[in-house]
């Protein structure tokens, strides 16, 4: 099975600040990378898909890159409706998984 | 409009069963792939399993820790998925969810229903 692995776990930080999350992959996995955002009691949400492609309707503060085993999701400017969970999810192969999120609270 | 809608969750005692199902609307079912995504109370996100649509074919996949005691299935007359349960564990208690899994990603998803495995 494919581990994906994000960091950090959780941090803080201020309406303002770029953010950025990582996410590693066991094993190569091209671009088949997804990132997820998950407010408390709601479905997750996707993001970017393809480890860089900003889904339709998603602000273009979020954007992802990588390839390969490393992989970041990046916020230009936080907004106060980015305080969340992040997951990241490869899709290279089944078992399809996820890492282990990133919560993102207010400072 | 395009939604998932998940029904059938509650509480089951171990070694129960239970069968999700999964309304889907606004999108042709029956070319969908469609997996299932639970999360554990306080916890991060597990992938249960996939079927894949008629026309693509191939077997299901199933996360190792449901393999022999989950089965997925689909009814495209009805556009609906299922998720039938068997000897469920207390480690089993998840909100689950399911998803349009689309193009290697998960574009859609249900509000989730909530299933408590509990003497």
């Known amino acids: 099975d494919i581990q994906m692995t994000q960091s950090p776990s959780s941090l803080s930080a201020s309406v303002g600040d770029r953010l950025t999350i990582t996410c590693r992959a066991s094993q190569s996995i091209s671009t088949y990378l997804n990132w997820y955002q998950q407010k408390p009691g709601k479905a997750p949400k996707l993001l970017i898909y393809s480890a860089s492609s900003l889904r339709s309707g998603v602000p273009s503060r979020f954007s992802g890159s990588g390839s390969g085993t490393d992989f970041t999701l990046t916020v230009s400017t936080l ?29 | 409009e395009v939604q998932l809608v998940e029904s059938g969750g509650g509480l089951v005692k171990p070694g129960g069963s239970l069968r999700l199902s999964c309304a889907a609307s606004g999108f042709t079912f029956s070319d969908a792939w469609m997996s299932w995504v639970r999360q554990a109370p306080g916890k991060g996100l597990e992938w249960v399993g996939r079927i894949k649509s008629k026309a693509s074919g191939g077997p299901i996949d199933y996360a190792t820790p449901v393999k022999g005691r989950f089965t997925i299935s689909r009814d495209d007359s009805k556009n609906t998925l299922y998720l039938q349960m068997n000897s469920l564990k207390t480690e089993d208690t998840a909100v689950y969810y399911c998803t349009w899994d689309g193009m290697n990603w998960f574009a859609l998803w249900g509000q989730g229903t909530l299933v408590t495995v509990s003497s």
Do not use: H, N, R, W
């Open chain 1, 79 to 107: 907004q106060p409706e980015d305080f969340a969970t992040y997951y990241c999810q490869q899709s290279y192969s089944p078992p399809l998984t996820f890492g282990g999120g990133t919560k993102v609270e207010i400072k």
